[in-house]
């Protein structure tokens, strides 16, 4: 099975929307961790924002939060206020707590068009 | 993400020769990570390593790849015998310590082309 699931290979939104990119998760471990990194056509990744699993809040930065629902688990991205400079691949990924080298699980990325 | 050094930012070689990848991660990290990323995909895990142990390769091919992250210096990622499957944005990663809840701060990313 997957680990992580982006089933959106393209999102569009009309600038200063908001955008909901989504993703679901599949691990037994209980403790994890949830990342969403950007990739613009540059194609650096770029770090947006983390979510524990024992968090009972969910995670804000600026303008990005995440919709963490833990007994679905899913863990989507909300982008506020969309700007141009949005435009970008989106990719969540996963950690998982156990012994297992710690490696990132990633998602097959939302390509996002933010649309003047 | 600044921090983490990729070099070369593109690398194009002929099939059968070598690839050399190097990864200076950011100060204070003492562990590294190598992922693939194919064209329209997302990334790969290769491999973990600390100074001088490599932790997980898990992700590595067993033939033609390598890794190494030496006491002093950059972490190496060696492909030997280019083949045109290898075209890949190869992207090397570090965190401060093997926590499940430390980020990853990525480097800019090698683009091999393969001829």
């Known amino acids: 099975a997957q680990k992580i699931t982006q089933t959106q290979p393209g999102m569009f939104v009309q600038e200063k929307e908001a955008v909901t990119l989504d993703c679901t998760y599949d691990t037994s471990d209980q403790s994890y961790g949830l990342f969403w990194y950007k990739q613009p056509s540059s194609g650096e990744m770029i770090f947006l924002i983390y979510q524990g699993s024992y968090d009972e809040q969910n995670a804000t930065e600026g303008r990005y939060s995440l919709n963490f629902q833990k007994a679905r688990k899913s863990a989507n991205l909300v982008i506020s206020a969309s700007q141009l400079g949005d435009s970008a691949m989106y990719f969540c990924?996963?950690?998982?707590?156990?012994?297992?080298?710690?490696?990132?699980?990633f998602g097959t990325g939302t390509s996002l068009t933010v649309i003047p | 993400n600044a921090g983490v050094m990729q070099n070369p930012r593109h690398l194009v070689r002929r099939r059968g020769q070598e690839a050399r990848l190097r990864c200076s991660p950011m100060?204070?990290?003492?562990?590294v990570y190598w992922y693939r990323q194919l064209p329209e995909e997302g990334l790969k895990f290769m491999v973990y390593?600390?100074?001088?142990?490599?932790?997980?390769e898990s992700g590595m091919p067993k033939e033609r790849f390598s890794a190494e992250f030496p006491k002093e210096g950059p972490s190496i990622l060696r492909i030997q015998q280019v083949v045109r499957g290898d075209s890949a944005a190869y992207f090397c990663a570090s965190q401060t310590s093997g926590g499940s809840t430390d980020t990853q701060y990525f480097g800019p990313g090698t683009r091999l082309t393969v001829l």
């Open positions: 390593l600390q100074k001088e142990n490599i932790i997980d």
């Open positions: 990924a996963m950690r998982e707590g156990g012994n297992t080298g710690n490696q990132f699980y």
């Open positions: 100060k204070g990290h003492s562990h």
